[in-house]
């Protein structure tokens, strides 16, 4: 590993360990699209060793995604379930290579992120204007 390789890990190991909740959540389903993305180009291109290895780390991502969970809302319990979900659809894309699968999941992952992105920016909002009323 190079000094400029080692420097990236470490910066993006700084980035996740000082990320607010929100932003981890986000960070978290950016990399999702983007193994997404590449598992659906390698399949489409024939690549399948790599589809593989980008199908794998797309259900890592899942399981990350649903261990984090906090169960006692009834929200997580619809997660986990969609998670669950999606990564049945992932397995089934990896043993057929068929990228209609892989598809089905990104586009669903991907309102699934814009959703919690507005969540999270309504959020700051909220707390924002919360703040400026409390210092009046």
Do not use: C
């Not at 397995?91 to 209609?100: I, L, M, Q, R, S």
């Not at 992105?117 to 009046?136: C, E, F, K, V, Y």
């Amino acid at each position: 590993m190079t000094d400029r390789d080692q420097a990236s890990v470490a910066y993006r190991n700084t980035a996740v360990q000082t990320a607010a909740p929100d932003r981890l959540l986000l960070m978290l389903y950016d990399g999702l699209i983007q193994f997404l993305e590449a598992a659906k180009r390698a399949l489409e291109e024939g690549r399948r060793p790599d589809a593989h290895a980008f199908l794998l780390r797309s259900q890592d991502i899942l399981r990350e995604l649903t261990v984090t969970l906090k169960m006692d809302y009834e929200i997580s319990h619809s997660l986990a379930a969609l998670y669950d979900y999606y990564h049945r659809r992932l397995v089934e894309a990896n043993v057929t290579k068929d990228p209609v699968p892989v598809e089905e999941v990104l586009e669903q992952v991907r309102e699934l992120r814009e959703a919690w992105a507005d969540a999270a920016l309504a959020l700051r909002q909220a707390s924002a204007r919360a703040q400026q009323l409390g210092s009046i």
